[in-house]
Every structure is written in C-alpha cells, then in structure tokens.
C-alpha cells in the first residue's frame, strides 16, 4: 500500500503552493523549510508587479491556510539528509538544525531587548543589524524568535534565558534527525539571487553605491533597513539618479546562460518606488530586451507612460566610482544611438538573476539537471518532481501555477503507487 | 447545542501588568454569566492548555474565550476540534501592545474586548456542511487541443473520472496542425515532434470520455453537481460533474486587419498558422523569408498586451527554413525577443543557425515581381533597414482568446431605478456570450471578463481564483502563455478542479475560506425580491426564479458574506456569522455618558488585511487612540448597514470601515467587497443626515498590510475630526 502522504521540500511561495493544493485536496504534506519561517523569498519583496501589492497580503492568506488545516505539518530550519525507496514509498531523514529556542515562545520579545550581541541581517542582505536572538521579521510565521548561534556568546552570557518568563530558551539545543515516509517529493527549494560578486566590472562589493535588485526591494520596504526610504548607501542621502543594469549575470556565457524571466519587469517596478519617492530622479535601465511578456505588457507600457523612465538598449560594460563623490559611471554601447555613452548615477541597482539552490546543493537522489543547474523534473526518479524556480526562472504568478500544477503530480505517484 | 462557556485570561507577555485581571474576570463571570473563568500566567504552555483541555473534558466546557494573543498566532494550540467554539479575545497585539498600561482607558478596551468575544460566541453556533445529493467527482474538460487534452490527462492520472468535450470533430485543436513544436523540456534546443497524437492515445488510453463535433448547450448547477447538456450530431447527452476546466483556447488575431503589413494584398504574406501549415503539408520552398514580430500585439490599435508565445513560435518556425535549407536567409523583424527563461537556449540556436534578428519596426511592405520588399526603422543600427527579394513575409499575427467572441452583456441591474434614485450603482462582472459553457447562472452565462476577454484571475498569488467557484480556465483562453506554460496550466487547473469536488463532497468552501464548512442560509419568509444578493454575488452564486426569489447554490458559495452585507431584509446567515452576532456584538460596548468625554470609534476591520495590519501596529508596539474599538468582518462586502444604525444608536461617534483596495489592481479577495462597502456607505448618508447625524461621522478607508504604520494616525485624524463634530448627539438616549 503506497503511502498518501507528499513531502515539499522548500517552504517558500511555490513550496507553501504545492503543500496546501495538495493538503486541500486531502493529502497529508510535510513542508521542510531551511530558514527559521516559512515564505521563502517573497517575504523579502516589498512589492508584486504588476499590481504593486504587498505579498504579505497573498502570505497571511496562506499561512491561514495552514492554521486551518491539520493535514499540513511544517518544520522549519530543517534540511533533508537523505532520500531512499521509490515513488508510493519514499524513506527520508530530515535534519532539524537547532533554533536554541522551543515551543514555549510566545513572540513577546523580551530576549531581545536583553541580548547584548549582534548578527548582520540576513532577510535585509546584511544591510542593517539584529540582535543575536531575533525575530525574522515582524510576519514571521511561525511566530518564534531564534538565535544565531555564530553571533550568540552562549550559555556563559544567557542573559536572553534569565529574562525569558517561559523557559523558551535552550541555549544547548542539538540537532535532530527525523524519519519521514512519504509517497511523493515536491523539490521546490527556489532560487538565490546570482552572487553579484562575480561581476567584478560593475563594482558590486568595492562601490556601496551598486546594490542588486533583491537588496532594492528591502531598501523600498517599510519593513527594511531604511524603513522604506532609497537612498545611497555611502552616506543615506537622497538620491538624484539610479540606473539598472539588465541581465547582469542572465543571458551570459559566463554567467547564468538563461534569462532569469522575472528581472526586466522587477526594474520597472523598481522604477516606481524610486518615482513615487523622487518626482524629479532620472531613472535609466540599461537593457538587451525588454521581457513583458503576456499581459505584463501593460505594465511596460504604464510604467513608461507614468514613470518617464529612460531605457537605453545596450549592455553596460563596466561601472566606475568616482571616489570624491562615491557617484557612479556607467559605460555602455547605446545600440540605438551607436555610440558609447558615460553617465553618472547615486544608484547603480544591478538586475542579478535566478540561481537555481541545485546549482550548490544537489537533490540527495539521482536526479537530472540542465546547464545552469535547474532541475530536470521526474527524469531520473519517478515522483520526485521539481516545482518553482528550481525548474524554471518564473515569476510569482507562474511559480503559483507550476506548484500547484506539481501538486497534482505528485498526487498521481501516490495514485499510481496504489495499484 | 446548550453552551458551557469558559474564559480563559492569559497574564503572560505583560497582559497581567498592565490590566487589572480581576476586573476582566469580572466582566466573565458577573456581567455575562460565564460558567467557568480562570487566569493563567502561561495559558499557551502546555500547562496552561492542559487546564482548557481538563474543563473541556471533565467540566463539559464547549465554548471557550481565549483572552490573550492575536488569533494570527497559537491557532494550533487553542485547536480543541471540531466540537468546541473558540474565540480569541486579542488582549496582546490590539490592546497592551499599542496602549499604555495601567490606564483607565486600555482596561477599558480590554474589558470591551471580552464582552465582545462573549456576545459573538453567544450568537454563534458550528456549522453544519452543506450535503449534495449525488454528488459527482467527474471532471469535465471543454476544448480538445493541446491544454485540454493534457488537463483531462492529468485528471484521469490522479484517478478521477474524466469526460472531454471538443466542438471540432477532431482532437489536437490549434497544436494538433503543427509541423513540430517548441522543445518543453532541456536542453531547450531542439524542435520536438508534435505531441497530440501521442496525446490523444494517452487520452484514450487514461479512459477519457471524448465527445468530438461537440458543444455544450447547457451547464446547470454547480460544483459537485454540475448538469451539462452536451449537443452532439443533433442529439443530446447529459452528464453530471462535480468541477470544470475551461481550455477552449484562443484564435490567431484577425490578419486582414493587418493591411498595413501587406496581408490581402500581397499573396505571400501570410500568418504564423498559414506558414505551419505549409510546412506540413511539405510546400515551403522559400529560400529568404521575413518573420514579424508583434503583428497586431502590443499595438495600441490591435492587441494592447503582448501574446507571449509568438517569438518562441517565430524562432521555431526560423529554424524550419533552416532545417531545409541551412543556407537559406531568414530574417526575424522584432520589438523585443521574449525567448523568457530557458527559451534563452532556443533563441542562441537560432541566431547560431543564422537567423538575422533585426530589431526595428516595419514601416513599408512592397512588392515586386513576386517577390517583397520590407522597409523598418531599424533600431539598433539606427538607421532604415531596406531588404528585398523576400520569397514569404509571415506574420507573427498573435492569439485573442475565444472568450472574448460574443455579445457582451450589458448591465440590466435595474438601471433606471438607480439613475432615478442617483445612487452609484453596483457594476457586475463583465461577460461575454462566447458560447462556451451556457451557465445557468443568474448573471450570466460564461465566465466573467479580467481584461481583453481573458477570462484570468486577478491574483498573483492565486492564479486559479476563479469567480466561478469550480471552473477554472487554462492555457490561452486564461492568459496568452506558450506551450510549456499551458502544459503546466492545464495541470495546474486539473488539481483545482480535482480539489473543488473534494472540498464540496466534505461540505467545505474552496479558496480561501478553504475548509469553511458555513454556508449562508435564506429566510424566505421575509425575502422581498429585491434582487441585491443575486446581483452582488462576486460569484454568482445565486440564481433567481421567475418571481425573482433568490435560489442559492451552496457549492458555488465562497462564505463572503456578500449577499448577508447586501440584503436589507437581513434574512441570509451563516450559522457562526450573522447580522445579529455582530450586531450584538457592537452593542455589547460600553459606551460611555457625553460627560465622560471618552468617544467610542467603531472599526470594521477586513479580516484578511486591515487586521494583520492592525496587529502589525501592536507588533511594532505603534500607539493608537483607545477610543477605538475593532470588529474584523469577513469581508467588507459582508457589511450589513444596520451595523451602521446599531453604532448610531449606541452612541458611537463614528464608525469607520477598513478594507482592500479597489479598482483596477483591486485587492479584495472577494473581488468586491470593500467597494460594494462604500456604496453602500453612500447610500446611508441621507439617513444619517435625518437623524441629525453628520454623514462625516461614517467614512471607508483603504488598509493594506503594509499600512500598519499609517493606522495610528489614520486613527487619530479620525478622532480629531469627530471631535470637532461634537459628541453623537444618540449617546445619552440610549
């Protein structure tokens, strides 16, 4: 008798789609998130295009969903180890990386404000600070604080354990493994942002004043480093002029070969935050297409209508700094003008691309991926299936329908396993 | 059932610091009589939980007050099943979180609160779920070609009996006629055979029930028991099936509008689909041939939205003219290349294979001695690009969907009753007598309209919230999408039909109110036809008979509360949500004498964004005015406006309205909730201005999650501008 229950790995936007899809139809699910909350990237973005809504609108309605379904069981800072058995019968041991803080927290804080530590803020791209124990950000579901254990002084400092009042506090948490019976995998472990750091002729990591798109949607958000307030790096002033630089790292031999589909429509989104907040800002995007497609067209067209943006068709070759100013050159072939063109800008925001994880980690099963190292779905294991951007570069809409299309997947192989 | 009610007050996270606790106990057991109430420094720890628990199971406890946290948080832990109400009284992130302790005015918030909660259980009862009679699992699938035919696949895979309907009297539909098709899988490279023969076998081979030169003529019903009546060869079959995938796809844009580019008159200008078909049937012999992008898309004049598979398509066929003659001359005229994701590979092969991309808009075609001539603007070598000798110039003519052919209905609400009346009048959803689906429904007979006759969800996030509860379109009637997304669609659409006919045969609401098991309930005795519920319905969920009764169909509900808002005999509730629950609730408040000079602010707070946004303010420990009190609502369109007059008359000095953003990025995810609200809203304001109450005192405002950090003062200004008002004048007459 094949086992009716699914496993998703990956607890962000397509992962959290495949688990409830598949919960609703009536399946038992297990999500197996990495961080300390589920959302995964989404949590990050200040805005969706084309309708500049807040996820956490589209998140709170799914962890909802979770709240309301006992067939949904999550763990969060947990990895899978390993994966043996076939489809209708798969044997996997899950690693649970210890939070240092139990089941007792009722989100109330007070560890916080006694810790005397401080870590560099991941969920802001190390943009700003949080205490060593921390809340991930103020919609973490579950609502739990955690402690980073490489920035915690540990059990001799345990001021955040002295204040506790619930005996939340287990500053000698090991690691657990766990063992989980499942029918059918869902892969849906998304993407990182490509390591910008690779791109050595724009001056991400020597210039402050270069940042990548995901850090733009944490300086945009209210939720952010700089409380929704875009400003240049090097010194928080305003900012007169940005420019973007399309596929920095896409559509390059040298880099990620695939267009990562979501970062021309992302700049145009970028580009209004920066006019919302600076009527008067040049904006440039620097671009080789323009990729709209579908009805994301009327945002192309809005944005440029409302945004009185500048696009220049052309790769930018290299960004200079002027070290007086910390001010920015880009040096790009304007293929419309023929000529190479130099202008100065506060802000250089990089579109970096989708990285699949499974170009660093690999599935711990045998498993096909393309040249990028995007996963190839049920190729070599039958129902093991990947969802998401893990598969494919996609935006938040066509991640949603690949998951839940992958739902029904794997709700086949424990169908199949049955017979 | 006969309650036992027990309150539980939670002290932890500050709550017994800052409030007295024994006056909350107070409120329990002396105001409102309840059985049991207890305090607990750590009411979510397992101690804590345990003495909940040991009441429920020793004490005969079956409705229970959790007077703590927010609901957003410990739902898993104050869980006590199916049999036990629980209501949540959130003295953590509404009250202590955002108002100063020890403070006469935050216990009395917190004392509201409890009342609240209370008064709501009173009125509230389980909900039992809606049964259907013979019920069907069957899922229908309307459209044989490539996105139909792989929905009613996927669907018969997962075990469900599958039936299809395809209007031609073959299968494959717009695919079915390609030489080869765009690769689906990596590398990416390489052309593919064409799929739907195998398609079509696997369809057979799953036990798909296929009915060819088919239509349908009738859909009645509703989920888990839709009546179809399919015509076919003149005579009818009738099927029941519990949900539905729309995937009847799309049609290539009209290419004689394209004249401007030499279609009609030039013979050997042709369209995407002409050129296809060509090359199966083995006549292309063109040795230079021009391909035109964006032939009718993103054309303020034709199509404003771009087709999203055409350059794929249009790179694919390059490669046919190379694939016969690698040295023959194929130039691609082009906006932008959207070979999106991995197509990326396909677009490098083609240029590999010698495709000239020429970025530039096509100004002239002409023609000579057979052979055309094409003039474009072009853009990167900024200069005009003049290229003759052209054997066949195709046109990458776009698709629009078959939704959008038919007569459009117009709005007959009552139109002149409502110009009369010079009231703002509800807009129903738009649609359009494509001739697909023949609902029986009220408001019409297709799925409503997004935009362009695309029948497509507004939701990023939800891609498949359809306003037709259980059918759900795919493929390129949904959105223009290629290939490899309308496969991944139509699978995607097969799992929410698949889930439709669960959650119905459970009694449950799909998305997302997922698992609700109350459904609205009619009083007819009282109903007097006025139509607003089968006209305000997001999703059409109630028909009407000859004498304009509503008839509801509890299993296209989505447990809105829309029709319980808009009807003003207040006859339609929900067994856990009714006019008088929250009615009783708003009168439970204690509303100080004029002479206290302590206003009272009611807040209608959609559940769904205003408030987490308002627990956000608590979490962000953001002072707000204690004068408030907050009632969330399911959705504002499920606001009764005797809610109004019960705040009126208890003295409330203005009430406010917290919503989702309406218009055309709406946010409301029952389409039009917080919209039908402010009409409403509108409506009232005469009858306040009656009574002597200024209509000011009663306003909407738009919350979105984010906002939390503008509720303060949002509250605030509200609260000052009541002020200048005076004091509702209603307060001391109650």
């Known amino acids: ?419 | 059932m006969e309650k036992k009610i027990a309150v539980y007050i939670c002290t932890g996270c500050g709550i017994g610091d800052a409030l007295d606790v024994d006056a909350l106990s107070n409120v329990a057991l002396k105001e409102y009589k309840a059985d049991i109430c207890k305090t607990d420094a750590f009411l979510c720890g397992k101690d804590g939980v345990a003495v909940i628990k040991n009441d429920i199971e020793n004490e005969g406890v079956n409705t229970v007050v959790v007077a703590g946290c927010s609901s957003r948080v410990n739902a898993d832990v104050f869980n006590f099943g199916p049999n036990v109400i629980v209501e949540r009284a959130n003295l953590r992130e509404q009250v202590i979180w955002c108002h100063p302790a020890d403070d006469e005015d935050t216990q009395m918030l917190a004392e509201d609160y409890i009342r609240m909660a209370l008064v709501k259980q009173k009125n509230m009862n389980l909900p039992e779920p809606y049964q259907v009679e013979n019920l069907s699992k069957t899922i229908m699938v309307v459209g044989g070609g490539f996105t139909g035919l792989t929905a009613a696949l996927e669907s018969a895979k997962a075990g469900y009996r599958t039936v299809l309907v395809e209007k031609e009297d073959k299968l494959g539909g717009y695919v079915g006629k390609m030489y080869k098709q765009v690769p689906l899988k990596p590398p990416f490279t390489d052309l593919e055979e064409n799929c739907i023969p195998g398609l079509v076998k696997a369809v057979e081979e799953a036990g798909v029930k296929v009915y060819t030169s088919a239509t349908i003529a009738k859909t009645a019903g509703g989920p888990g028991m839709f009546d179809v009546t399919i015509n076919q060869n003149g005579g009818t079959v009738e099927e029941r099936v519990g949900a539905i995938v729309l995937a009847t796809g799309a049609r290539p844009y009209d290419a004689s509008k394209l004249a401007h580019l030499g279609f009609g008159q030039y013979e050997n200008v042709i369209t995407q689909s002409a050129f296809e078909e060509m090359v199966a049937a083995g006549n292309m012999e063109a040795g230079k041939v021009a391909f035109i992008q964006c032939a009718g898309s993103r054309d303020q004049e034709h199509l404003p939205y771009c087709s999203a598979a055409c350059c794929v398509e249009s790179i694919k066929q390059a490669l046919y003219v190379k694939e016969k003659n690698p040295e023959a001359n194929v130039y691609v005229y082009y906006k932008d290349i959207r070979s999106n994701g991995q197509y990326e590979h396909f677009y490098k092969k083609a240029q590999q294979a010698g495709v000239i991309f020429i970025k530039g808009d096509v100004t002239a075609i002409t023609e000579s001695d057979g052979q055309l001539a094409i003039e474009a603007d072009d853009k990167t070598m900024g200069t005009t690009s003049e290229a003759d000798e052209f054997d066949l110039v195709v046109l990458a003519n776009g698709m629009v969907p078959t939704a959008a052919f038919g007569e459009m209905i117009e709005e007959e609400a009552e139109e002149e009753a409502a110009a009369a009346a010079d009231e703002p009048k509800v807009v129903g959803p738009t649609i359009i007598k494509s001739n697909m689906l023949n609902l029986e429904y009220r408001q019409g007979p297709e799925l409503p309209e997004l935009k362009y006759g695309f029948p497509d969800s507004h939701y990023i996030c939800f891609p498949y919230e359809t306003r037709r509860t259980g059918i759900y379109a795919a493929g390129v009637v949904r959105a223009p999408m290629d290939m490899l997304s309308a496969m991944e669609d139509a699978a995607g659409a097969a799992l929410k039909a698949v889930q439709c006919v669960e959650a119905t045969a459970k009694g449950e609401a799909v998305h997302p109110r997922s698992g609700d098991m109350s459904f609205p309930e009619f009083n007819m005795n009282r109903c007097t036809q006025c139509k607003r519920c089968t006209e305000e319905c997001p999703f059409g969920a109630i028909n009407e008979d000859e004498k304009a009764n509503p008839l509801p169909n509890p299993t296209r509900c989505r447990r809105c509360g829309t029709c319980m808002g808009a009807c003003p005999e207040r006859i339609i509730s929900f067994k856990n949500y009714s006019v008088p629950m929250i009615g009783n609730m708003v009168k439970a408040i204690e509303v100080p004498e004029e002479l206290d000079e302590k206003p009272r602010i009611l807040v209608f707070a959609c559940e769904n964004d205003a408030m987490p946004a308002l627990d956000m303010a608590g979490i962000n420990r953001l002072q707000y005015n204690p004068w408030v009190r907050i009632i969330p609502v399911r959705c504002l369109g499920s606001l009764n406006l005797v809610w109004i007059n019960d705040a009126m008359a208890k003295g409330f000095d203005g009430v406010l309205l917290m919503g989702c953003k309406h218009g055309d990025d709406y946010q409301c995810h029952f389409m039009k909730g917080s919209e039908l609200a402010e009409i409403r809203l509108s409506k009232i304001s005469e009858t306040l201005n009656r009574l002597g109450l200024e209509s000011e005192r009663v306003r909407a405002t738009t919350v979105n999650i984010m906002d939390y950090d503008k509720i303060p003062a949002m509250l605030d200004e509200f609260a000052e501008e009541l002020e200048e008002l005076g004091p509702n004048p209603m307060k001391d007459f109650q």
């Open chain 1, 1 to 419: 008798m094949a086992n009716k229950s699914i496993l998703v790995v990956g607890g962000g936007i397509s992962g959290l789609t495949a688990a409830l899809e598949a919960a609703e139809v009536g399946h038992e699910v297990y999500i197996v998130e990495k961080n300390p909350y589920l959302g995964g990237k989404v949590t990050q973005i200040n805005q969706y295009f084309p309708k500049l809504c807040p996820p956490n609108c589209g998140l709170e309605i799914n962890f909802q969903r979770i709240r309301k379904n006992p067939r949904i069981n999550f763990f969060t800072m947990a990895e899978v180890e390993s994966i043996s058995g076939q489809e209708g019968n798969f044997d996997v041991t899950v690693k649970l990386n210890p939070r240092f803080v139990n089941e007792n927290c009722t989100g109330c804080g007070k560890c916080t404000e006694a810790c005397p530590a401080e870590r560099a803020n991941a969920f802001n791209y190390g943009l700003d600070k949080t205490k060593a124990v921390y809340l991930p950000h103020e919609f973490a579901f579950p609502m739990k604080y955690v402690i980073d254990a490489r920035a915690c002084k540990g059990a001799e400092c345990g001021k955040c354990a002295q204040v506790c009042e619930y005996n939340a506090i287990d500053l000698n948490m090991e690691p657990k493994t766990i063992n989980l019976n499942v029918g059918a995998i869902v892969w849906a472990t998304g993407w990182d942002p490509y390591d910008a750091n690779k791109l050595s002729y724009y001056g991400f990591g020597r210039y402050d004043n270069v940042i990548t798109n995901v850090m733009m949607e944490r300086m945009a958000a209210l939720n952010g480093p700089t409380k929704g307030k875009i400003v240049r790096p090097t010194d928080g002033k305003e900012i007169k002029s940005v420019a973007f630089i399309q596929c920095a790292g896409s559509r390059d031999e040298n880099h990620l070969k695939a267009c990562s589909s979501v970062c021309c429509l992302a700049s145009l989104k970028h580009a209004t935050y920066v006019r919302e907040q600076y009527p008067d800002a040049e904006i440039c995007i620097y671009y080789i297409d323009i990729r709209a497609r579908g009805k994301y067209e009327d945002f192309f067209t809005k944005v440029q209508e409302e945004a009185n943006i500048t696009l220049i068709k052309g790769k930018a070759g290299e960004v200079k700094e002027d070290p007086s100013t910390k001010k920015l050159v880009v040096i790009a072939e304007d293929q419309v003008a023929q000529e190479v063109v130099e202008k100065k800008f506060d802000l250089v925001v990089l579109a970096t691309g989708m990285a699949p994880t499974t170009a660093a980690a690999k599935v711990p099963a045998e498993m096909a991926y393309d040249e990028d190292g995007f996963l190839v779905s049920g190729a070599n294991t039958p129902g093991i299936y990947a969802a998401g951007c893990v598969k494919n570069p996609l935006d938040v809409a066509s991640a949603v329908r690949d998951a839940t299309a992958t739902a029904l997947k794997a709700i086949q192989s424990t169908v199949r396993g049955q017979q």
